[in-house]
DNA sequence: GCTTCATTTAAACACTTGTTTGAAACAGTT
DNA sequence: AACTGTTTCAAACAAGTGTTTAAATGAAGC
């Protein structure tokens, strides 16, 4: 009854939560209190624990999924308008840029995408397919697309290089305030934007390094 | 009593279980009845869950960083014997080299380098703090020693690409039978120490790109 | 044999977990 | 105003959690 409805509030606070704590420390009286809201709400909306999960997941991942795909799309479209192959730095960006205006669009989506680079990695398998079934056809548009962008590569180098994007990106993902070992010289005023160019560069080098 | 004595069988046990489950998701009745031994007895010899954790860690880490911080030194060495500086292939490999071949040299220690893997990014700060408070020496050993190796990055480059070079290790390291994406293609005959050439590769294409 | 110490054992502890229940409160419609 | 279907609520459920306890067992020294 507050602001907004029960069903969102629990999908606020459990983003929030999973993202700050985990989805397994996370308790559903956590959840409930944090979103003042009755602790069998979320079994009446959503069936049980997971499912809120996969609705947390699918809320945010499908409509940037859809960005993703459309920029992909689109710098296809201008290659072929251009009667050339497309780069693999702009498909790269395609994929890249979305994320990062997405996760600066609200706390909520920092939180989320916190969320989906922890997850990527999770030792539960259950959970961790929620996120890989979702963002697997994605990287399978993407690696079809750098494919085509880098001839010269064997596709089993290009898997193995995409694999190793997808650790990087999930590090920066990971990154809430301060990076992975903090205390560190000086430094630290590295904002994040400026590592976000930086991470572009790092995977282009990777990716069209001589195999 | 059985062929190895009981602190040792829990450290085995919890090792494999932490690794594979993760740490919240395991309990000590699964561990213990794992190790065959009394429930009790984690209690007894480590006091709690946590303190366990640590002693998981510490067995295989601190000998581990050893070798890595004697096989870098030895390359800064090396590199003075001639006059000239270190090379950031050098150092690298020097880094990357031990853990893998530790990595094969049991299940036992492939299951630590999954945890060690998994946990740099664990929500959980208290858990998180287990591992990176043992890393950091190693890792701050080895920023120095590619910033002489690497005079033209400036700090703040070096220091988020090595942040870089974390993620993508630790995205190897996660991997335990198969790719982060697996049902693909064909491409998947890549062994894992092919994957390991490739990933100095990778890596320090990213590591040297121009700023 | 007896004592002393370290270790193992079964049982219980207090607490938290996700989920279910059935009644209460609410909204909208006729 | 009375009935409808939906949503909220407090309470309870059974199961699992890490940890503690006190008795039993083991081995070593005198």
Redesign the pocket.
């Known amino acids: 009854?507050p602001p907004v409805?029960?069903?969102t509030r629990i999908l606020d606070s459990a983003e929030h939560l999973f993202a700050q704590d985990g989805f397994?420390i996370?308790?559903?009286?956590?959840i409930t209190s944090t979103a003042e809201?009755?602790?069998?709400?979320?079994?009446?909306?959503f069936?049980?624990?997971?499912s809120?999960l996969q609705a947390v997941i699918e809320r945010r991942l499908l409509p940037l999924n859809k960005i993703r795909a459309d920029e992909i799309k689109k710098v296809i479209a201008q290659a072929e308008d251009n009667s050339a192959l497309p780069t693999a730095k702009a498909l790269l960006q395609a994929f890249i840029d979305p994320t990062l205006k997405f996760r600066d669009s609200s706390t909520g989506a920092r939180d989320f995408i916190t969320l989906v680079g922890r997850s990527l990695n999770e030792p539960d398998e259950t959970v961790r397919n929620c996120f890989l079934a979702l963002i697997f056809p994605i990287f399978e548009q993407l690696r079809q697309a750098l494919q085509s962008a880098l001839p010269h590569l064997s596709q089993a180098t290009l898997l193995i290089r995409l694999q190793f994007i997808m650790g990087t990106i999930n590090q920066v993902m990971c990154m809430r305030n301060e990076p992975l070992f903090k205390n560190q010289t000086q430094a630290n005023n590295n904002h994040y934007n400026d590592a976000m160019q930086q991470l572009l560069q790092f995977i282009l080098a990777g990716v069209e390094a001589p195999e």
């Open positions: 009854m409805d029960t069903k397994h996370t308790s559903m009286r956590t809201v009755n602790l069998a709400s979320i079994n009446y909306h069936g049980n624990k997971e809120l």
